[in-house]
Protein backbone atom coordinates (compact mmCIF):
# COMPACT_ATOMS: atom_id res chain seq x y z
CA UNK A 1 0.00 0.00 0.00
CA UNK A 2 1.47 3.14 -0.94
CA UNK A 3 2.57 5.28 1.83
CA UNK A 4 -0.25 7.71 3.81
CA UNK A 5 0.70 11.02 5.42
CA UNK A 6 0.17 11.17 9.33
CA UNK A 7 -3.17 13.40 8.81
CA UNK A 8 -4.97 11.09 6.79
CA UNK A 9 -3.99 7.79 8.91
CA UNK A 10 -4.42 9.19 12.20
CA UNK A 11 -7.60 11.36 11.09
CA UNK A 12 -10.17 11.04 14.37
CA UNK A 13 -12.78 8.22 13.99
CA UNK A 14 -14.96 8.77 16.98
CA UNK A 15 -15.58 12.06 18.97
CA UNK A 16 -13.28 10.39 21.68
CA UNK A 17 -10.93 11.03 19.55
CA UNK A 18 -11.38 14.85 18.88
CA UNK A 19 -8.74 16.84 20.12
CA UNK A 20 -10.27 20.67 21.56
CA UNK A 21 -13.59 21.78 20.21
CA UNK A 22 -15.58 20.65 23.08
CA UNK A 23 -18.22 23.18 22.93
CA UNK A 24 -18.82 20.81 19.43
CA UNK A 25 -18.74 17.57 20.74
CA UNK A 26 -20.88 18.16 23.36
CA UNK A 27 -23.84 19.57 21.75
CA UNK A 28 -23.90 17.25 18.53
CA UNK A 29 -23.76 14.19 20.84
CA UNK A 30 -26.66 15.18 23.00
CA UNK A 31 -28.70 15.93 20.13
CA UNK A 32 -28.12 12.49 18.85
CA UNK A 33 -29.00 10.84 21.85
CA UNK A 34 -32.01 12.80 22.44
CA UNK A 35 -32.85 12.25 18.52
CA UNK A 36 -33.01 16.21 18.10
CA UNK A 37 -30.97 16.51 15.27
CA UNK A 38 -31.41 19.32 12.81
CA UNK A 39 -31.33 19.48 8.73
CA UNK A 40 -28.64 21.99 8.24
CA UNK A 41 -25.51 22.51 10.10
CA UNK A 42 -22.41 25.03 9.12
CA UNK A 43 -19.00 24.48 11.07
CA UNK A 44 -17.24 27.14 10.72
CA UNK A 45 -13.01 27.87 11.79
CA UNK A 46 -9.33 27.95 10.64
CA UNK A 47 -7.87 25.27 8.78
CA UNK A 48 -7.19 22.12 10.20
CA UNK A 49 -9.69 22.41 13.37
CA UNK A 50 -11.64 19.45 12.73
CA UNK A 51 -14.21 20.37 10.40
CA UNK A 52 -14.60 18.14 7.89
CA UNK A 53 -13.55 14.88 10.25
CA UNK A 54 -16.58 15.97 12.86
CA UNK A 55 -18.92 15.93 9.96
CA UNK A 56 -17.99 12.15 8.75
CA UNK A 57 -18.02 11.34 12.52
CA UNK A 58 -21.45 12.98 12.97
CA UNK A 59 -23.05 11.75 9.75
CA UNK A 60 -21.29 8.30 10.86
CA UNK A 61 -23.05 8.78 14.31
CA UNK A 62 -26.45 9.61 12.46
CA UNK A 63 -26.52 6.23 10.29
CA UNK A 64 -25.08 3.87 12.87
CA UNK A 65 -26.52 0.61 13.26
CA UNK A 66 -26.39 0.95 17.21
CA UNK A 67 -28.09 4.56 16.50
CA UNK A 68 -29.22 6.47 18.51
CA UNK A 69 -25.74 6.94 19.89
CA UNK A 70 -23.26 9.15 21.06
CA UNK A 71 -20.32 7.36 19.43
CA UNK A 72 -20.53 5.73 16.01
CA UNK A 73 -19.25 1.95 16.57
CA UNK A 74 -16.86 1.89 13.76
CA UNK A 75 -17.34 -1.80 12.95
CA UNK A 76 -20.79 -1.95 11.29
CA UNK A 77 -20.70 -2.40 7.61
CA UNK A 78 -22.17 1.36 7.11
CA UNK A 79 -19.92 3.02 9.86
CA UNK A 80 -16.86 0.81 7.82
CA UNK A 81 -17.94 2.24 4.04
CA UNK A 82 -18.55 5.79 5.62
CA UNK A 83 -15.34 5.52 6.76
CA UNK A 84 -13.59 4.43 3.49
CA UNK A 85 -15.43 6.71 1.71
CA UNK A 86 -17.46 4.74 -0.56
CA UNK A 87 -21.08 5.08 1.17
CA UNK A 88 -23.88 6.00 -1.47
CA UNK A 89 -25.92 8.11 0.95
CA UNK A 90 -23.02 10.45 2.17
CA UNK A 91 -21.86 12.89 -0.34
CA UNK A 92 -18.53 14.69 0.19
CA UNK A 93 -19.12 17.85 -2.29
CA UNK A 94 -16.10 19.83 -2.49
CA UNK A 95 -17.69 23.65 -3.65
CA UNK A 96 -14.01 24.63 -4.48
CA UNK A 97 -13.92 22.61 -7.85
CA UNK A 98 -17.70 22.03 -8.60
CA UNK A 99 -19.02 26.04 -7.80
CA UNK A 100 -21.43 26.20 -10.82
CA UNK A 101 -25.13 26.38 -10.28
CA UNK A 102 -25.06 23.19 -12.93
CA UNK A 103 -23.52 20.85 -10.49
CA UNK A 104 -25.53 22.06 -7.26
CA UNK A 105 -29.19 21.33 -8.98
CA UNK A 106 -27.54 17.82 -9.62
CA UNK A 107 -27.32 17.65 -5.99
CA UNK A 108 -30.82 19.22 -5.80
CA UNK A 109 -32.66 16.81 -7.90
CA UNK A 110 -31.04 14.08 -6.36
CA UNK A 111 -32.01 15.42 -2.51
CA UNK A 112 -35.86 13.89 -2.63
CA UNK A 113 -35.07 10.31 -3.68
CA UNK A 114 -34.69 8.08 -0.58
CA UNK A 115 -31.22 7.05 1.03
CA UNK A 116 -30.40 3.70 -0.68
CA UNK A 117 -29.05 1.60 2.91
CA UNK A 118 -28.86 4.27 6.02
CA UNK A 119 -31.41 5.97 7.95
CA UNK A 120 -30.30 9.71 6.53
CA UNK A 121 -29.14 11.24 3.11
CA UNK A 122 -26.02 13.21 4.45
CA UNK A 123 -24.55 16.17 2.00
CA UNK A 124 -21.10 17.33 3.34
CA UNK A 125 -20.53 20.58 1.26
CA UNK A 126 -16.75 21.64 1.87
CA UNK A 127 -15.16 25.22 1.38
CA UNK A 128 -18.82 26.34 0.83
CA UNK A 129 -18.06 29.78 0.72
CA UNK A 130 -16.62 29.06 -3.28
CA UNK A 131 -20.29 28.52 -4.24
CA UNK A 132 -21.28 30.86 -6.58
CA UNK A 133 -24.26 33.76 -5.59
CA UNK A 134 -26.89 31.52 -8.57
CA UNK A 135 -25.43 28.12 -7.15
CA UNK A 136 -26.21 29.70 -3.25
CA UNK A 137 -29.44 30.97 -4.73
CA UNK A 138 -30.13 27.45 -5.96
CA UNK A 139 -29.35 25.60 -3.10
CA UNK A 140 -31.43 28.27 -0.52
CA UNK A 141 -35.01 26.67 -0.78
CA UNK A 142 -34.11 23.04 -0.30
CA UNK A 143 -32.15 24.29 2.15
CA UNK A 144 -34.79 25.53 4.01
CA UNK A 145 -37.29 22.86 3.36
CA UNK A 146 -35.36 19.60 2.65
CA UNK A 147 -37.09 15.93 2.65
CA UNK A 148 -37.22 14.47 6.26
CA UNK A 149 -34.06 11.84 5.33
CA UNK A 150 -31.43 14.78 4.15
CA UNK A 151 -29.64 16.70 6.51
CA UNK A 152 -27.14 19.14 4.94
CA UNK A 153 -23.12 19.90 6.35
CA UNK A 154 -21.76 22.90 5.33
CA UNK A 155 -17.89 23.73 6.29
CA UNK A 156 -15.71 27.25 5.56
CA UNK A 157 -13.13 28.84 6.81
CA UNK A 158 -14.34 31.98 5.57
CA UNK A 159 -18.23 32.52 6.72
CA UNK A 160 -18.62 36.20 6.37
CA UNK A 161 -18.75 35.46 2.82
CA UNK A 162 -21.86 33.46 3.14
CA UNK A 163 -25.13 34.96 2.18
CA UNK A 164 -26.78 35.76 5.71
CA UNK A 165 -30.14 33.77 4.49
CA UNK A 166 -27.64 30.12 4.00
CA UNK A 167 -26.45 31.27 7.68
CA UNK A 168 -29.68 31.63 9.23
CA UNK A 169 -31.26 28.16 7.87
CA UNK A 170 -28.27 26.96 9.44
CA UNK A 171 -27.16 25.63 12.97
CA UNK A 172 -23.33 27.59 12.87
CA UNK A 173 -20.92 25.47 15.17
CA UNK A 174 -17.42 27.74 15.58
CA UNK A 175 -14.65 25.75 15.48
CA UNK A 176 -12.01 27.32 17.57
CA UNK A 177 -7.90 27.06 16.99
CA UNK A 178 -6.35 23.96 19.05
CA UNK A 179 -4.12 24.84 22.04
CA UNK A 180 -0.64 24.18 21.84
CA UNK A 181 -1.38 21.50 24.73
CA UNK A 182 -3.70 19.47 22.28
CA UNK A 183 -1.47 19.30 19.58
CA UNK A 184 1.39 17.60 21.73
CA UNK A 185 -0.88 15.35 23.30
CA UNK A 186 -2.01 14.16 19.53
CA UNK A 187 1.59 13.99 18.57
CA UNK A 188 2.31 11.71 21.64
CA UNK A 189 -0.32 9.62 20.99
CA UNK A 190 1.04 8.79 17.46
CA UNK A 191 4.51 8.35 18.02
CA UNK A 192 3.89 6.10 20.69
CA UNK A 193 2.05 4.28 18.16
CA UNK A 194 5.22 4.16 15.68
CA UNK A 195 7.41 3.61 18.58
CA UNK A 196 9.85 6.51 18.40
CA UNK A 197 11.25 7.80 20.67
CA UNK A 198 11.14 11.79 21.14
CA UNK A 199 12.22 14.66 23.34
CA UNK A 200 9.28 16.76 24.47
CA UNK A 201 10.71 20.49 23.86
CA UNK A 202 10.78 19.47 19.95
CA UNK A 203 7.02 18.33 19.98
CA UNK A 204 6.63 22.27 21.41
CA UNK A 205 8.27 23.55 19.07
CA UNK A 206 6.22 21.68 16.25
CA UNK A 207 2.89 22.65 18.37
CA UNK A 208 4.05 26.36 18.53
CA UNK A 209 5.08 26.37 14.43
CA UNK A 210 1.46 24.87 13.54
CA UNK A 211 -0.21 28.15 15.08
CA UNK A 212 -3.52 26.09 15.92
CA UNK A 213 -3.92 23.90 13.07
CA UNK A 214 -3.89 20.05 13.65
CA UNK A 215 -3.23 19.16 10.38
CA UNK A 216 -0.46 21.72 10.09
CA UNK A 217 1.38 20.24 12.92
CA UNK A 218 1.06 16.21 11.67
CA UNK A 219 2.50 17.50 8.69
CA UNK A 220 5.10 18.82 9.92
CA UNK A 221 5.58 16.13 12.32
CA UNK A 222 5.59 13.80 9.21
CA UNK A 223 8.50 15.98 7.59
CA UNK A 224 10.67 15.59 11.00
CA UNK A 225 10.57 12.24 11.21
CA UNK A 226 11.33 11.73 7.93
CA UNK A 227 14.61 13.76 8.69
CA UNK A 228 15.33 12.21 12.04
CA UNK A 229 17.21 8.91 12.85
CA UNK A 230 16.16 6.82 15.89
CA UNK A 231 15.25 10.02 17.92
CA UNK A 232 13.20 12.97 17.07
CA UNK A 233 15.39 15.73 18.81
CA UNK A 234 14.90 19.21 19.46
CA UNK A 235 17.39 20.02 16.64
CA UNK A 236 15.87 18.29 13.87
CA UNK A 237 12.95 20.15 14.89
CA UNK A 238 14.25 23.51 14.66
CA UNK A 239 16.13 22.77 11.50
CA UNK A 240 13.02 21.30 9.52
CA UNK A 241 10.37 23.98 10.89
CA UNK A 242 12.44 26.74 10.46
CA UNK A 243 12.25 27.78 14.28
CA UNK A 244 14.67 28.92 15.82
CA UNK A 245 16.53 27.40 19.58
CA UNK A 246 15.82 29.12 22.99
CA UNK A 247 19.38 29.68 23.69
CA UNK A 248 19.82 32.17 20.48
CA UNK A 249 17.05 34.40 21.63
CA UNK A 250 18.49 34.15 25.40
CA UNK A 251 21.49 35.13 23.45
CA UNK A 252 19.83 38.34 21.62
CA UNK A 253 17.88 39.34 24.58
CA UNK A 254 20.84 39.47 26.52
CA UNK A 255 22.43 41.66 24.72
CA UNK A 256 19.60 43.99 24.21
CA UNK A 257 19.79 43.85 28.15
CA UNK A 258 23.56 45.36 28.01
CA UNK A 259 22.26 47.29 24.69
CA UNK A 260 25.16 45.91 22.65
CA UNK A 261 23.24 47.22 19.67
CA UNK A 262 25.80 45.65 16.53
CA UNK A 263 25.52 42.07 18.55
CA UNK A 264 22.03 42.20 18.09
CA UNK A 265 21.85 43.14 14.35
CA UNK A 266 24.61 40.84 13.68
CA UNK A 267 22.49 38.16 15.07
CA UNK A 268 19.27 39.06 13.11
CA UNK A 269 21.68 39.15 9.93
CA UNK A 270 23.04 35.65 10.92
CA UNK A 271 19.58 33.94 11.30
CA UNK A 272 17.85 36.04 8.39
CA UNK A 273 20.88 34.35 5.87
CA UNK A 274 19.83 31.07 7.51
CA UNK A 275 16.75 31.33 5.38
CA UNK A 276 14.74 32.40 8.54
CA UNK A 277 11.36 34.70 7.96
CA UNK A 278 11.63 38.11 9.63
CA UNK A 279 8.24 38.08 10.12
CA UNK A 280 8.28 34.66 11.73
CA UNK A 281 11.34 36.41 13.77
CA UNK A 282 9.38 39.05 15.54
CA UNK A 283 6.84 36.82 16.17
CA UNK A 284 8.86 33.72 18.09
CA UNK A 285 10.45 36.78 19.58
CA UNK A 286 6.93 38.18 21.07
CA UNK A 287 6.80 34.76 22.39
CA UNK A 288 9.79 34.58 23.77
CA UNK A 289 9.25 37.71 25.69
CA UNK A 290 5.54 36.41 26.82
CA UNK A 291 7.55 33.11 28.46
CA UNK A 292 9.64 35.15 30.08
CA UNK A 293 6.53 37.17 31.80
CA UNK A 294 5.22 34.01 33.02
CA UNK A 295 8.50 32.80 34.59
CA UNK A 296 8.15 36.02 36.31
CA UNK A 297 4.99 35.90 37.07
CA UNK A 298 4.86 32.14 38.74
CA UNK A 299 6.45 29.03 39.05
CA UNK A 300 3.21 27.44 38.82
CA UNK A 301 2.81 28.97 34.91
CA UNK A 302 5.29 26.38 33.74
CA UNK A 303 3.23 24.50 31.40
CA UNK A 304 2.43 26.97 29.70
CA UNK A 305 5.45 28.16 28.56
CA UNK A 306 5.85 27.48 24.73
CA UNK A 307 9.36 28.42 23.61
CA UNK A 308 11.33 28.62 27.15
CA UNK A 309 12.18 25.68 29.32
CA UNK A 310 12.25 26.89 33.07
CA UNK A 311 15.87 26.11 33.49
CA UNK A 312 17.34 28.82 35.91
CA UNK A 313 19.20 30.79 33.04
CA UNK A 314 15.83 31.67 32.09
CA UNK A 315 14.63 32.14 35.43
CA UNK A 316 17.22 34.27 36.50
CA UNK A 317 16.87 36.69 33.04
CA UNK A 318 13.16 36.99 33.44
CA UNK A 319 13.93 38.89 36.68
CA UNK A 320 16.53 41.21 34.81
CA UNK A 321 13.77 42.89 33.27
CA UNK A 322 10.86 44.77 35.15
CA UNK A 323 7.13 43.70 33.92
CA UNK A 324 6.92 47.13 32.28
CA UNK A 325 9.94 46.53 29.96
CA UNK A 326 8.51 43.76 29.11
CA UNK A 327 5.19 44.69 27.94
CA UNK A 328 6.87 47.37 26.17
CA UNK A 329 8.97 45.23 23.92
CA UNK A 330 6.10 43.10 23.21
CA UNK A 331 4.31 45.90 22.17
CA UNK A 332 6.90 47.27 19.73
CA UNK A 333 6.93 44.02 18.20
CA UNK A 334 3.24 43.67 17.43
CA UNK A 335 2.74 46.47 15.71
CA UNK A 336 6.09 46.23 13.67
CA UNK A 337 4.40 42.93 12.83
CA UNK A 338 1.50 44.41 11.73
CA UNK A 339 3.59 47.14 9.68
CA UNK A 340 5.57 43.98 8.06
CA UNK A 341 2.49 42.31 6.51
CA UNK A 342 2.44 45.11 3.95
CA UNK A 343 5.84 45.92 3.27
CA UNK A 344 8.52 43.86 1.27
CA UNK A 345 11.09 45.08 3.50
CA UNK A 346 10.34 43.09 6.28
CA UNK A 347 14.45 42.93 7.60
CA UNK A 348 14.40 46.87 8.13
CA UNK A 349 11.32 46.84 9.87
CA UNK A 350 12.74 44.38 12.51
CA UNK A 351 16.11 46.04 12.73
CA UNK A 352 14.54 49.33 13.53
CA UNK A 353 11.54 47.59 16.36
CA UNK A 354 15.01 45.75 17.71
CA UNK A 355 16.91 49.89 17.64
CA UNK A 356 13.63 51.35 19.20
CA UNK A 357 13.45 48.19 21.96
CA UNK A 358 17.35 49.18 23.02
CA UNK A 359 16.22 52.81 23.63
CA UNK A 360 13.06 51.65 26.00
CA UNK A 361 14.37 51.67 29.56
CA UNK A 362 14.35 49.00 31.73
CA UNK A 363 13.22 50.31 35.51
CA UNK A 364 15.52 47.54 36.80
CA UNK A 365 15.36 43.95 37.72
CA UNK A 366 12.68 42.73 39.56
CA UNK A 367 13.27 42.17 43.45
CA UNK A 368 14.88 38.54 44.20
CA UNK A 369 14.65 38.61 48.26
CA UNK A 370 18.45 38.30 48.10
CA UNK A 371 19.97 39.64 50.81
CA UNK A 372 21.46 42.45 50.45
CA UNK A 373 20.37 43.36 47.12
CA UNK A 374 18.81 46.52 46.63
CA UNK A 375 16.43 46.52 43.49
CA UNK A 376 16.99 49.85 41.69
CA UNK A 377 13.52 50.21 40.46
CA UNK A 378 12.27 50.41 44.14
CA UNK A 379 15.03 52.88 44.81
CA UNK A 380 13.45 55.21 42.26
CA UNK A 381 9.94 54.56 43.32
CA UNK A 382 11.29 55.74 46.60
CA UNK A 383 13.05 59.04 45.33
CA UNK A 384 9.68 59.67 43.26
CA UNK A 385 7.70 59.18 46.64
CA UNK A 386 9.66 61.71 48.96
CA UNK A 387 8.99 64.18 46.43
CA UNK A 388 5.57 64.02 46.61
CA UNK A 389 5.76 64.14 50.18
CA UNK A 390 7.85 67.24 49.87
CA UNK A 391 5.26 68.60 47.35
CA UNK A 392 2.30 67.84 49.53
CA UNK A 393 4.28 69.43 52.79
CA UNK A 394 4.17 73.15 50.65
CA UNK A 395 0.91 72.58 49.66
CA UNK A 396 -0.24 72.30 53.29
CA UNK A 397 2.43 75.04 54.64
CA UNK A 398 0.84 77.56 51.61
CA UNK A 399 -2.51 76.07 51.89
CA UNK A 400 -3.85 76.24 55.55
CA UNK A 401 -2.02 77.15 58.86
CA UNK A 402 -1.20 74.44 61.68
CA UNK A 403 -2.11 75.87 65.33
CA UNK A 404 1.10 75.52 67.95
CA UNK A 405 -0.57 73.07 69.82
CA UNK A 406 2.05 69.98 69.89
CA UNK A 407 -0.31 67.59 67.87
CA UNK A 408 -1.82 69.33 64.86
CA UNK A 409 -5.48 68.96 65.33
CA UNK A 410 -7.57 67.31 62.31
CA UNK A 411 -8.95 69.66 59.69
CA UNK A 412 -12.36 70.02 59.24
CA UNK A 413 -14.14 69.53 56.34
CA UNK A 414 -15.02 72.43 54.78
CA UNK A 415 -18.70 73.15 54.21
CA UNK A 416 -20.22 73.35 50.70
CA UNK A 417 -20.74 76.70 49.51
CA UNK A 418 -23.53 77.44 47.74
CA UNK A 419 -24.58 80.58 45.88
CA UNK A 420 -28.43 81.82 46.05
CA UNK A 421 -29.58 80.35 43.01
CA UNK A 422 -28.05 76.22 44.46
CA UNK A 423 -25.35 76.32 42.31
CA UNK A 424 -21.46 75.75 42.49
CA UNK A 425 -19.26 78.68 44.07
CA UNK A 426 -15.66 78.67 43.24
CA UNK A 427 -13.14 79.15 45.88
CA UNK A 428 -12.27 82.71 44.86
CA UNK A 429 -9.26 83.36 47.55
CA UNK A 430 -7.93 80.39 46.94
CA UNK A 431 -7.53 80.82 43.48
CA UNK A 432 -6.69 84.32 43.94
CA UNK A 433 -3.79 82.95 45.82
CA UNK A 434 -3.25 80.63 42.55
CA UNK A 435 -3.35 83.55 40.38
CA UNK A 436 -0.26 85.63 42.11
CA UNK A 437 1.94 83.15 41.50
CA UNK A 438 1.10 81.82 38.21
CA UNK A 439 3.81 81.26 35.61
CA UNK A 440 3.68 80.35 31.77
CA UNK A 441 6.06 77.21 32.60
CA UNK A 442 3.31 75.81 34.71
CA UNK A 443 0.72 76.15 32.17
CA UNK A 444 2.38 74.93 29.44
CA UNK A 445 3.69 72.20 31.75
CA UNK A 446 -0.16 71.37 32.53
CA UNK A 447 -1.65 71.81 29.23
CA UNK A 448 1.45 69.52 27.14
CA UNK A 449 0.23 66.22 29.77
CA UNK A 450 -3.55 67.21 29.51
CA UNK A 451 -4.65 65.55 26.62
CA UNK A 452 -2.82 62.18 27.49
CA UNK A 453 -3.35 61.92 31.55
CA UNK A 454 -7.28 62.21 30.17
CA UNK A 455 -6.75 59.10 28.32
CA UNK A 456 -5.49 57.08 31.41
CA UNK A 457 -9.10 58.00 32.99
CA UNK A 458 -12.00 56.01 32.72
CA UNK A 459 -14.29 57.01 30.12
CA UNK A 460 -17.40 58.51 32.54
CA UNK A 461 -14.52 60.49 34.36
CA UNK A 462 -13.02 61.63 30.76
CA UNK A 463 -16.53 62.97 29.79
CA UNK A 464 -16.71 65.34 32.96
CA UNK A 465 -13.09 67.17 31.88
CA UNK A 466 -14.13 67.35 27.95
CA UNK A 467 -15.50 70.75 28.50
CA UNK A 468 -12.99 71.65 30.73
CA UNK A 469 -9.53 73.47 30.21
CA UNK A 470 -6.90 74.69 32.75
CA UNK A 471 -6.04 78.27 32.51
CA UNK A 472 -4.03 79.46 35.21
CA UNK A 473 -0.97 77.28 37.64
CA UNK A 474 1.10 78.15 40.20
CA UNK A 475 3.77 75.54 41.05
CA UNK A 476 1.59 73.88 43.52
CA UNK A 477 -1.83 74.42 42.25
CA UNK A 478 -3.61 75.22 38.92
CA UNK A 479 -6.75 76.06 38.11
CA UNK A 480 -9.56 74.47 35.83
CA UNK A 481 -12.55 76.37 34.10
CA UNK A 482 -15.59 74.59 33.27
CA UNK A 483 -17.96 75.33 30.35
CA UNK A 484 -20.88 73.55 32.36
CA UNK A 485 -21.51 74.46 36.73
CA UNK A 486 -22.85 70.86 36.91
CA UNK A 487 -19.47 68.99 35.64
CA UNK A 488 -17.80 71.88 37.67
CA UNK A 489 -19.60 70.93 41.22
CA UNK A 490 -19.21 66.93 40.43
CA UNK A 491 -15.72 67.17 39.87
CA UNK A 492 -14.72 70.10 42.80
CA UNK A 493 -16.69 67.65 44.94
CA UNK A 494 -15.57 64.09 44.10
CA UNK A 495 -12.03 64.52 46.60
CA UNK A 496 -11.17 61.22 44.91
CA UNK A 497 -11.66 61.47 41.75
CA UNK A 498 -9.64 65.57 41.46
CA UNK A 499 -6.71 63.45 43.96
CA UNK A 500 -6.43 60.52 41.36
CA UNK A 501 -6.64 63.30 38.69
CA UNK A 502 -3.42 65.42 40.26
CA UNK A 503 -1.59 61.80 40.43
CA UNK A 504 -1.95 61.15 36.57
CA UNK A 505 -0.37 64.95 35.54
CA UNK A 506 2.28 64.18 38.54
CA UNK A 507 3.33 60.97 36.39
CA UNK A 508 3.92 63.16 33.50
CA UNK A 509 4.90 66.88 35.02
CA UNK A 510 7.04 65.77 38.06
CA UNK A 511 4.95 68.38 40.39
CA UNK A 512 1.84 67.00 42.66
CA UNK A 513 -0.37 69.71 42.20
CA UNK A 514 -3.85 70.80 43.85
CA UNK A 515 -7.08 71.08 41.48
CA UNK A 516 -8.72 73.87 41.77
CA UNK A 517 -11.98 74.16 39.61
CA UNK A 518 -14.64 77.23 38.60
CA UNK A 519 -17.51 77.73 35.98
CA UNK A 520 -17.22 79.85 33.03
CA UNK A 521 -18.90 82.62 34.33
CA UNK A 522 -17.40 82.47 37.75
CA UNK A 523 -13.98 82.94 35.99
CA UNK A 524 -14.95 85.69 33.50
CA UNK A 525 -15.99 87.91 36.51
CA UNK A 526 -12.78 86.62 39.45
CA UNK A 527 -10.61 87.06 36.10
CA UNK A 528 -11.21 90.35 35.12
CA UNK A 529 -11.75 91.84 38.75
CA UNK A 530 -8.17 90.16 39.52
CA UNK A 531 -6.85 91.83 36.46
CA UNK A 532 -8.34 95.50 37.27
CA UNK A 533 -6.43 95.21 40.53
CA UNK A 534 -3.11 93.94 39.53
CA UNK A 535 -3.24 96.55 36.76
CA UNK A 536 -2.43 93.65 34.15
CA UNK A 537 -2.58 94.90 30.27
CA UNK A 538 -1.73 98.20 31.16
CA UNK A 539 0.17 100.58 28.80
CA UNK A 540 3.48 102.61 29.83
CA UNK A 541 5.20 105.39 27.76
CA UNK A 542 8.90 106.23 27.89
CA UNK A 543 10.98 108.33 25.47
CA UNK A 544 13.42 106.34 23.20
CA UNK A 545 15.55 108.53 21.08
CA UNK A 546 12.93 111.52 21.35
CA UNK A 547 9.82 109.62 20.72
CA UNK A 548 6.91 108.21 22.87
CA UNK A 549 6.79 104.59 22.94
CA UNK A 550 3.98 102.81 24.43
CA UNK A 551 4.55 99.13 25.47
CA UNK A 552 2.18 96.49 26.94
CA UNK A 553 3.27 95.42 30.48
CA UNK A 554 3.48 91.73 30.61
CA UNK A 555 4.44 90.50 34.04
CA UNK A 556 3.55 88.05 36.85
CA UNK A 557 1.25 87.00 37.53
CA UNK A 558 0.42 85.01 34.36
CA UNK A 559 -2.90 84.00 32.81
CA UNK A 560 -3.96 82.09 29.99
CA UNK A 561 -6.50 83.73 28.21
CA UNK A 562 -6.04 87.30 29.45
CA UNK A 563 -6.23 88.30 25.71
CA UNK A 564 -9.52 87.12 25.92
CA UNK A 565 -11.19 90.48 27.76
CA UNK A 566 -12.83 92.61 25.05
CA UNK A 567 -11.24 95.62 24.01
CA UNK A 568 -13.16 98.71 25.42
CA UNK A 569 -13.14 100.25 21.89
CA UNK A 570 -16.22 100.16 20.24
CA UNK A 571 -14.72 100.04 16.93
CA UNK A 572 -12.76 96.98 17.84
CA UNK A 573 -16.02 95.27 19.07
CA UNK A 574 -18.30 95.92 16.78
CA UNK A 575 -15.42 94.43 14.28
CA UNK A 576 -14.81 91.61 16.02
CA UNK A 577 -18.67 91.09 16.17
CA UNK A 578 -18.92 91.51 12.09
CA UNK A 579 -15.68 89.91 11.25
CA UNK A 580 -14.90 87.39 14.31
CA UNK A 581 -11.76 87.89 16.43
CA UNK A 582 -9.19 85.42 14.81
CA UNK A 583 -9.78 88.18 11.62
CA UNK A 584 -9.20 91.18 13.52
CA UNK A 585 -5.54 92.57 14.32
CA UNK A 586 -5.25 95.73 16.48
CA UNK A 587 -2.18 97.46 15.68
CA UNK A 588 -1.09 100.73 17.52
CA UNK A 589 0.13 103.64 15.83
Given at each position: ??YQ?????????S??EM??Q??V??T????L??????????????????????A?I?AK??????A?T?E??NE?P?C??????????V???DAA???RV???R?????V?????????K????D?????S????????K???E??????F??AT?E???L?A???S?????D?????????F?R????????????ED????????A?????R??????D???????ET??????????GS?SQ???Y???Q??????I???L?????L???G????????D?ITF???L??????????E?????????????????????T?Y????IL?????????S?????Y?ET?L????Q??NSG?VTT?V???VD?????K??Q????V??L??Q?????Q??NT??P??E?????????????????G??R?V???????????I??A???S??QLQK??????A????????D???VV??KY???C??V??N???T??F?Q??S?K??????????????????R????K?N?L?QK??H???G???Q???HE????E?????A?E???I????K??G??????V??
Amino acid sequence: MTYQAFYRVYRPQSFREMSGQTHVKRTLQNALLANKTTHAYLFSGPRGTGKTSTAKIFAKALNCEQAPTNEPCNECPTCQSITEGSHPDVIEFDAASNSRVEEMRDIIEKVRFAPADARFKVYIIDEVHMLSTSAFNALLKTLEEPPPHAVFILATTEPHKLPATIISRCQRFDFKRLSSTDIFERMKVILEDINLPYEDQALKVIAQAAAGGMRDALSLLDQVVSFSGETLTLDNALLVSGSISQDVFYDVVQALKNKEIAQILNSIEELIADGKDPLRLAEDLITFFRDLLLLQTSSDLVELLELVTPEEKFVALSHEFSADTLYGYIDILAKTQQEMRFSHHTKIYLETALLKMVQVPNSGAVTTGVAGHVDPGLNDKVIQLEKLVQQLSQQLANGAQLGNTAMPQKEAPRPRVKTQGGGYQAPAGRIREVLKGATKQDIQKIKSAWAESLGQLQKSQAALLAEAEPVAASDSAFVVKFKYDIHCQMVAENREFTHLFSQILSQKTGTLYEVLCIPETQWVTLRENFIKENGLNQKKEHTDEGTLVQETVHEQPFIEDTYEIASEDPLITEAEKMFGKDFVEVVDE
